[in-house]
């Protein structure tokens, strides 16, 4: 079955080899451990028809329409709705193009990621390691660009970027956003000049925008630029570029299209991050929590990260994976249970294919051991 949440969740990496290419965009900020909150936003699938009015009347969608109601002019909403195209590197980096300014500069290649809130674009005086090879923008040119300044520092595991805000037009999609805050970058961690992305626009809650500024998706719908609050995902497992691959996001609808079957809701119980109940964890048969547990569907990761006892266990069963990729179908099941939803993946789903660099493939496990006690399902899992 396919999950879904109902306001909004994407990134990865480029490269042959996931040690020093799996990009990650880690949380910078501790989520709570109680599961209170009912917010809800549509992650992977919803409808042209979908029936925003009948949503509302959800006994679990107030808080949601709470959250809403702060960035929303109920009378200034237009029925639009777009679906644009995503390139697909490698399965680890899934990016979209952006435009700046009246005169509009780019295209900027950004990452659209539910792990942060906040949008960034290489600015002219960036002049570190991480802003090498990047497209920059350059606020002289565009006269719908004011001036903020405000100072703008934003870390993640791999690195991180300083910067100053700016406001300015926003295009992509087909979609103007006017008047929206971003920030500058006059400094990238040497991780970036390694990327083939620009910048990253966060498509988390406000709570964890930086300086407090509205993310782009709120201003979206705060503008009337689209009709209900929903985006959604399509993340295919066949890279390459923009309308090649069938990788893509949708703003304003759901495109029924993209799954079979009934749309599963699953709760959001975090209300800075996309954090859903993770019921329980299964291997052939074998449940492996003890109590419930949070997790993060974040498109800002490339793989499943999980803690690091979780993922001992799972290699236990999984045994060793053949660098010829001979033995993946013949991997165990993993399932997740959210919210007493199982979502399952076979050895095809979290084992990663990657190129060689000589014309052939290796496989490697797709899912990361980490220290702290969470996890996050990253493109790997959404990718189902």
Not at 110 to 116: I, Y
Not at 268 to 279: A, H, L, N, P, T
Request: glycine share 10%; with cysteine; hydrophobic share 35%.
């Amino acid at each position: 079955m396919k999950l879904s949440l109902i306001l909004a969740s994407i990134c990865a990496a480029h490269g042959l080899t996931l040690k020093n290419q799996g990009f990650k965009v880690p949380l910078s900020h501790t989520p709570p451990t109680g599961f209170e909150g009912k917010a809800y936003f549509d992650l992977l699938s919803s409808k042209p028809s979908f029936d925003y009015a009948k949503f509302k009347d959800h006994p679990r969608a107030n808080e949601q329409i709470d959250i809403l109601e702060k960035y929303v002019d109920a009378s200034n909403k237009k029925i639009h709705h777009h679906r644009e195209s995503l390139s697909d590197k490698y399965n680890l980096q899934y990016q979209g193009k952006i435009n700046l300014g009246n005169d509009p500069q780019g295209p900027f290649t950004v990452v659209f990621d539910t792990g942060s809130a906040n949008l960034w674009i290489p600015s002219r005086k960036c002049n570190t390691m991480g802003c090498v090879g990047k497209h920059y923008y350059d606020h002289r040119k565009s006269a719908t660009y004011v001036e903020n300044g405000e100072r703008l520092e934003i870390a993640y595991g791999t690195g991180s970027m300083v910067g100053v805000l700016s406001q300015d037009t926003v295009h992509f999609g087909g979609y103007h956003i006017s008047n929206q805050t971003f920030g500058e970058a006059t400094e990238m961690a040497d991780f970036f000049a390694k990327q083939a992305m620009d910048g990253i626009l966060g498509l988390a809650f406000p709570s964890i925008a930086e300086d407090q500024v509205t993310p782009v998706h709120y201003n979206m719908y705060k503008q009337g630029l689209i009709k209900e609050p929903v985006f959604s995902f399509h993340l295919s497992n066949t890279p390459g570029p923009a309308g090649v691959t069938d990788s893509y996001i949708t703003w304003g609808y759901i495109d029924t299209k993209a799954y079979e079957d009934d749309i599963t809701w699953i709760p959001v119980i975090d209300k800075e991050y996309w954090g859903v109940e993770m019921s329980n964890v299964f291997i052939e048969g074998h449940r492996l929590l003890a109590s419930s547990a949070l997790a993060i569907v974040d498109s800002g990761t490339s793989l499943i990260v999980a803690p690091q006892q979780l993922v001992e266990v799972f290699a236990r069963f999984i045994g060793e994976i053949a660098q010829d990729c001979s033995n993946v179908e013949d991997l165990p099941v993993i399932g997740w249970e959210l919210a007493g939803y199982n979502f399952e993946l076979t050895g095809e789903e979290y084992v990663l294919r990657m190129p060689d660099g000589q014309g052939g493939e290796f496989c490697t496990l797709g899912i990361q051991a980490s220290p702290q006690q969470l996890t996050i399902l990253g493109d790997v899992f959404m990718r189902k």
